[in-house]
């Protein structure tokens, strides 16, 4: 059997005993990971409660992931960023048009340190067992992904602090068509920020579980944006990272899509001796089969799949973004977690 763990996110966290009923239904699931979305306002305001909210979990029986949610729109996540209202210069800019956008640049000092802080509090206080790296990326300065073809032209980051940076290392100015030393500089710069605080992470305790989350992306089909991420030899050979993850695939697409990124996946993560994560989507939208979870969670086991995740509890239930049969569908993914766990 190759899938030995079952995770699934949660950000419902603020009151201990109201986790602690939730924390029970994941266990009635069959998950045996909760990957907690902490976000800066969590950080700020309920701060105290974080390490209680992990040592219930611990009590109850789960593994407990930290997930720095939404943190300078940086990561993924739907969380508004305090970083970005309190800092309004440090943001990523359109290479072409010069627009600041709604993403800090993480290659500023000022949110390096802001980030690395947040992770080493909660390194040295929370008790958790890890963290997870949620989707990094530099920000695609336009409204939608493209599904069919490629990315377009514009790209980020080009402010000032990236273009110095690439002036020093190159000796010629970033130019705003993306060239190879370009893609080199921008893929070296987004390792640097997860690395050096994964590092110190370990530093505090070695057996801290780092997990690094990766878009999905194939050739020009599916939104091969140079995000900062694609070159997963980088990502998966780092020695700070112990589980190489790629994202949700939205249950429309074809199943040899779902295949073709799962093999790499696992490939890459045995490349480095790591072990291997892959999502299912369990919000917002839904299999016109639900049978089709079954399917994909066969597929990933044969595989060699090592953990099996799932975005979010209850799937999505009660917000915007859920599933139009949430509860069924977090009922569906549950019975296959303990299917797999052969629960």
Not at 133 to 147: G, N, Q
Not at 227 to 243: K, L, Q
Not at 272 to 279: A, F, L, N
Request: net charge negative; charged share 25%; hydrophobic share 35%.
């Amino acid at each position: 059997m190759a899938i030995t763990q079952t995770a699934i996110s949660y950000y419902g966290l603020n009151y201990v005993e109201h986790a602690a009923e939730d924390f029970r239904e994941m266990l009635d699931h069959g998950c045996t990971t909760v990957i907690l979305a902490v976000t800066e306002f969590d950080f700020d305001f309920w701060r105290p409660n974080i390490p209680k909210i992990v040592a219930k979990a611990h009590e109850l029986g789960l593994k407990v992931l930290l997930d720095p949610w939404g943190i300078g729109k940086y990561f993924g996540g739907e969380q508004v960023s305090k970083f970005l209202q309190n800092n309004t210069e440090n943001r990523q800019v359109s290479a072409l048009t010069g627009e600041k956008l709604p993403y800090a640049c993480f290659n500023t000092n000022s949110f390096r340190d802001y980030f690395q802080n947040m992770c080493l509090a909660l390194g040295r206080e929370a008790g958790a067992d890890g963290f997870f790296w949620d989707e990094p990326h530099y920000a695609f300065p336009k409204s939608y992904a493209s599904i069919t073809g490629g990315a377009g032209e514009d790209w980020t980051c080009r402010c000032p602090v990236c273009m110095k940076k690439f002036y020093d290392y190159y000796g010629y100015e970033m130019p705003k068509v993306m060239n190879d030393d370009v893609k080199q500089f921008r893929w070296r710069e987004a390792l640097f920020i997860l690395e050096d605080t994964s590092r110190k992470i370990k530093e505090i305790n070695p057996e801290l579980e780092i997990t690094c989350c990766v878009h999905a992306t194939l050739n020009t089909y599916y939104v091969t944006e140079y995000r900062g991420y694609d070159n997963w030899d980088m990502v998966a050979s780092s020695p700070y990272f112990d589980v190489f993850s790629t994202t949700i695939i939205a249950w429309e697409l074809p199943e040899g899509f779902f295949e073709n990124i799962t093999r790499r996946t696992v490939e890459m993560a045995k490349k480095y001796g790591k072990k291997s994560e892959r999502w299912l989507m369990g919000y917002f939208k839904q299999p016109k089969d639900f049978e089709q979870v079954d399917k994909v969670v066969d597929m990933y086991e044969k595989l060699g799949v090592d953990r099996l995740a799932a975005w979010t509890y209850r799937g999505g239930y009660g917000t915007v973004l859920a599933a139009p049969d949430a509860l069924k569908l977090w009922d569906k993914i549950g019975e296959n977690y303990k299917r797999v766990l052969k629960k």
